[in-house]
């Protein structure tokens, strides 16, 4: 069962500005995941369900 | 010019490999995961690759690969369940069972959809001191239908091979593409929100309640019970052939796209896990290719092996997909460290598994 979800900014080339690629998902069972921002992964797509249930929010920091 | 066929026919009828079966690692015999996960129940791929275990909401097992098998039947390794922990009264969406996800571009050749749409038999060994009937389905994805059969488990503790055959469906082309347009279920334990109907023996719309109405067993209510099955072929036609033993690697081959897993040991202190370069002194880039194409960008987890960047403790790390949509050959990882600037830019890096049995890194594309 997921437990946290944070969005996830990286740099990918030098001087680039960080880009949202990606989720790091918390289980708890205590499994970190690091999960694409591509709806075909499966762990995605189970992302978008849990985030559908009221109180479970996805967190921003920013880039 | 008529062709005629020269040489032994009995050499000629020896069934090769085709790839008629649809059902991938069918023989249980490749488990990059785990062999044994015990206090399972929480749905997840616990064990043999592509097999995943769904719902698991009734009871808890150990799920392991198992060595017994059919004798004199070529198979080395089973799926087995091992209720740990009963549960003899399910609530009403309580579930218990194994499937597998197959990807709709490996299907279009049912012609599903079509008036020319064809049948499908299902074939494969099972084992269990649960006596009574379980349920099979086969799940259309892409237009939510379903079409069911029952097998009978009758002599307890004995190996048993069941053939299915389901009609094929003249309603819904499957998506020619890379998600999950067909999954098998094999129905091991359910509440009422899963029994409540009727055995869908042809395809139709599909509903909660009918996918296990068929089902007269609890494989959860009683730590006595143990569930193997192994041989699993699903292929076109109303025939079973014979299993279609694949080479070890060729196996492997076919798991590689849905699971990709870098495994430590105990006495390998060098393990490298991949190869990158310091983009700058506060991120590191590994980057991996993968033979075969993964089936998507995948999901990434790891223990033991992400803090050895030149000694460096590491906790913050990404990911990002070089490739276009189901090319999924290359992969980045980004790493950053817990403080401070550490890194040379442009510096060689890599990612060294612990010298842990537990140590891994796995990348997972599973449908």
């Known amino acids: 069962m997921i437990d946290r979800v944070e969005k996830i900014y990286v740099t990918i080339g030098k001087n680039s500005t960080p880009k949202f ?22 762990d995605y797509q189970a992302i978008q369900e849990w985030a559908k249930i009221e109180g479970n929010n996805i967190i921003d920091p920013g880039a | ?56 909401s009734i009871g808890t097992w150990t799920i392991s690969q198992s ?64 006596t009574g009937t379980y349920q ?25 091979k069941k053939i299915l055959t389901f009609d094929g469906d003249t309603t819904g082309t499957f998506d020619n593409d890379a ?10 334990g359910a509440g009422s929100t899963y029994t409540s109907g009727a055995v869908p023996t ?22 006595s019970n143990e569930w193997y099955i192994t041989g699993v072929q699903l292929e076109a036609g109303s025939q079973a052939s014979d299993f279609e033993f694949l080479p070890h690697d060729v196996n492997l081959q076919r798991c590689y796209r ?16 991949g190869y990158g370069f310091c983009t700058s002194s506060t991120n590191v880039n590994v980057s991996y290719t993968f033979h075969p ?27 990002f997909d070089n490739d276009q949509p189901n090319l999924c050959n290359t992969l980045g990882l980004s790493f950053q460290p817990d403080s401070g600037s550490p890194f040379t830019s442009s510096d060689i890096a890599a990612i060294r598994l612990h010298n842990s049995a537990s140590a891994f890194i796995m990348f997972d594309a599973e449908l």
């Open chain 1, 21 to 42: 690629t990606c989720f790091k998902v918390n289980y708890e069972n205590g499994l970190i995941k690091i999960v694409p921002n591509n709806i075909e992964n499966t």
């Open chain 2, 293 to 319: 194409p993964l089936r998507s960008v995948p999901s990434v987890s790891e223990s033991n092996c992400k803090e050895t960047f030149q000694g460096v403790n590491v906790s913050q790390y990404a990911i």
């Open chain 2, 67 to 130: 060595t017994e098998v059919p004798t004199g039947q070529g198979f080395a390794k089973s799926l087995k369940y091992d209720c740990t922990t009963a549960e003899a009264s399910p609530s009403a969406g309580d579930q218990l069972h194994l499937s597998q996800r197959i990807e709709g571009q490996n299907l279009q050749y049912l012609l599903k959809g079509t008036s020319s749409a064809k049948s499908l038999t299902l074939s494969f060994w099972v084992k269990t001191n649960k």
């Open chain 2, 136 to 160: 099979v389905n086969l799940r259309d994805k892409d237009n939510t239908r379903i079409i069911g059969k029952t097998y009978a488990v009758s002599s307890a503790d004995t190996w048993e």
């Open chain 2, 202 to 223: 042809s395809w139709e719309a599909e509903s909660s309640g009918d996918r296990a109405a068929g089902l007269t067993v609890n494989l959860g209510d009683s730590t």
């Open chain 2, 258 to 273: 849905y699971c990709y897993r870098i495994n430590g040991n105990t006495t390998d202190e060098q393990q490298i896990g």
């Open chain 2, 179 to 188: 998600a999950n347009s067909l999954e098998c279920e094999w129905f091991l």
């Open chain 2, 1 to 56: 010019m008529a062709i005629t066929r020269i040489g032994d026919p009995a050499i000629a009828d020896v069934r090769g490999v085709n790839f008629r079966n649809i059902i991938i690692n069918g023989n249980m015999s490749i488990a990059q995961r785990a062999t044994s996960t015990s206090s399972a129940n929480t749905q997840a791929y616990h064990c043999t690759d592509r097999w995943f275990n769904v719902g698991m």
